[in-house]
């Protein structure tokens, strides 16, 4: 026997076992990671719970793939563990992890019919016949794929193939998914539906722990039950998804998840109230937001979505800026607007538009609510 894991239906089953037993949340316990000299993740410590999914996402080189690869056990650590449920994985090989993985650019097999591009990892670990059989079912049909089987990659879409790239990384039954941009290859049309497919195996495989890399924030924020945002190898921020986006706790975060105007404020009163609202001064206006533990006198900046400015006000828009308008930009369901407001560029997102538009140039009024602003510290770069 040469290699003694891979042999014998009996050893999946207790693999199997083990690996369900053990839990499916992934712990990255101050990992670093190192190409030669240079650091290309500081110490990371981050949870995934089990069933969760966490979309990590950053600019280009900000280090998601290497995370996702560390879990992998594709790059070793320089520092620090990591764990899967109760098992430290840190030092085992990949086909010991309980992982299915799917990258960019799929990787199916090209001379492989779908059923034995989906079998492959089963036949790998030397399962039985009848068990590969009703698992490369089982794969197919949870992704739609089932009158497939049968057909070369050539012959399926980019779509389907990514669909059958998904079957074949859960054919294992991994506890945790790896996802590294899957549908960036894809047409934005197809991209769309394979995010709701996603959306669906998820909640048909419930316990399934997925770690998904984009650099898609509308992906990220249709998945995700938590973000992660990775800048220069760090964490800048993790959290629930809508709580990241609603009050997102830096400036990066704020321009990174969705659009964000980021007007500089000072504080004039600290948090008051039930909702923990403070009031900041832009000019002679006095503006109430969500505040994060200002005094008065801090400078700070605050953060408004453009589909919360409003171009009318109301007894709930108790916030009013003036700007001038700059420019319109009507796009059907959709007119976006640029105003000046004291030196910073404003952009309003405004489903209705009032019967006369001012010029150019003029002078005009926006309102938002408290509730829907926030406070976000300047970025203080380590
Ligand atoms: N094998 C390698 N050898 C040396 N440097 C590497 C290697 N792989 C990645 N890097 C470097 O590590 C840094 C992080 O790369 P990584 O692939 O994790 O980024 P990413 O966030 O996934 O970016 P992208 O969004 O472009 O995929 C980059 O600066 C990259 O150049
Ligand atoms: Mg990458």
Redesign the pocket.
């Known amino acids: 026997m040469s290699v003694p894991a891979f042999t014998g239906s009996n050893v999946m089953d207790v693999d199997a076992a083990k690996i369900r037993g053990a839990g499916s949340n992934v712990h990255f316990d101050k990992v670093s990671v190192a ?2 000299a ?1 650091v ?2 500081h110490p990371l410590t981050l949870d995934i719970a089990p069933g969760e999914i966490l979309a990590m996402i ?12 560390a879990v992998a056990g594709f ?1 070793r650590p320089a520092s620090g563990r990591i764990r899967i449920g109760a098992t430290d994985v840190t030092d085992l090989p990949p086909y010991e992890r309980g992982l299915g993985m799917v990258v960019q650019n799929y990787a199916l097999f090209p001379h492989m019919r779908v059923e034995d591009n989906v079998a492959f990892g089963l036949r790998a670990q030397g399962a039985d016949k009848a068990l590969i059989g009703e698992r490369v079912k089982d794969s197919l049909a949870t992704v739609g794929m089932l009158g497939f089987a049968k057909r070369y990659p050539r012959e399926l879409s980019g779509g389907q193939q990514q669909r059958v790239a998904i079957a074949r990384a859960l054919a294992v039954r991994p506890r945790v998914l790896l996802l ?2 899957p549908l960036s290859a894809l047409d934005a049309q197809i991209r769309r539906n394979m995010v709701e497919e996603i959306a669906k195996l998820h909640r048909d495989l419930p316990g399934l722990t997925i770690l998904y ?1 984009t ?1 898609d924030q509308t992906e990220a924020l249709t998945l995700a039950d938590k973000i992660a945002i ?1 800048r220069d ?1 760090r964490v800048s921020s993790h959290g629930p998804t809508a709580e990241l986006y609603r009050r997102p706790p830096n400036r990066f975060t704020a321009e990174f998840l969705g659009r964000a105007n980021l007007l500089p404020v000072t504080v004039a009163e600290g948090a008051a109230g039930p909702k923990g609202l403070a009031k900041a001064r832009l000019g002679n206006a006095v503006l109430a937001g969500a505040a994060r533990g200002e005094k008065p006198g801090d400078k700070t900046l605050l953060c408004i979505r453009p589909q919360h400015l409003s171009l009318t006000g109301d007894e709930e828009h108790t916030n009013r800026i003036v700007g001038t308008l700059k420019e319109v930009h009507w796009q059907g369901e959709l007119t976006h607007l640029v105003l000046d407001v004291d030196g910073t560029p404003v952009r309003v997102s405004a489903t209705r538009l009032p019967v006369s538009l001012p010029e150019p140039g003029s002078a005009m009024p926006l309102f938002f609510a408290p509730g829907d602003t926030s406070l976000v510290p300047e970025d203080v770069r380590g």
């Open positions: 190409y030669g240079h290309v993740l950053g600019p280009s080189g900000s280090g998601k793939t290497t995370a996702l690869r790059v590294d941009e890399v650099h990775m190898g």
